[in-house]
């Protein structure tokens, strides 16, 4: 499976970015989904994640009610809504694959370049 993440780039505080993840070469059917990310002098951590083939998704604290995942299986694609970011938001967003439902990243497989969100405050 390759993962191809996109839609980063520079946004004021309390704007808003929609990153996308596309899906290619395998069956993602019995995927989880996950978007991770590693601010500046910062650990990777978890953002959230989504059940391919379900509807459950779980969040991160700091992002419940600001971002939403979601997933168009017609385009094997995973999207990261991003809204009221602020400055603490700047990241590299990566996107991740695997099949164990967690926010341990240790246990994806599959990961995509980072795209580079920054938000100025």
């Known amino acids: 499976v390759q993962l191809q993440a996109s839609g980063g780039g520079l946004v004021q505080a309390g704007g808003s970015l929609r990153l996308s993840c596309v899906a290619s070469g395998g069956s993602f059917s019995s995927l989880v989904v996950a978007w991770f990310r590693q601010g500046p002098g910062k650990e990777r951590e978890f953002v959230a994640r989504?059940?391919?083939?379900?509807?459950?998704?779980y969040y991160a604290d700091f992002v419940k009610g600001r971002f939403t995942i979601s997933r168009d299986n017609a385009k094997n694609t995973v999207y990261l809504q991003m809204d009221s970011l602020k400055p603490e938001d700047t990241a590299v967003y990566y996107c991740?694959?695997?099949?164990?439902?967690?926010?341990?990243?240790?246990?994806?497989?599959?990961w995509g370049r980072g795209t580079e969100v920054t938000v100025s405050s």
């Open positions: 989504i059940i391919w083939s379900g509807v459950r998704t």
């Open positions: 991740a694959a695997g099949y164990r439902d967690t926010q341990s990243n240790d246990y994806y497989n599959f």
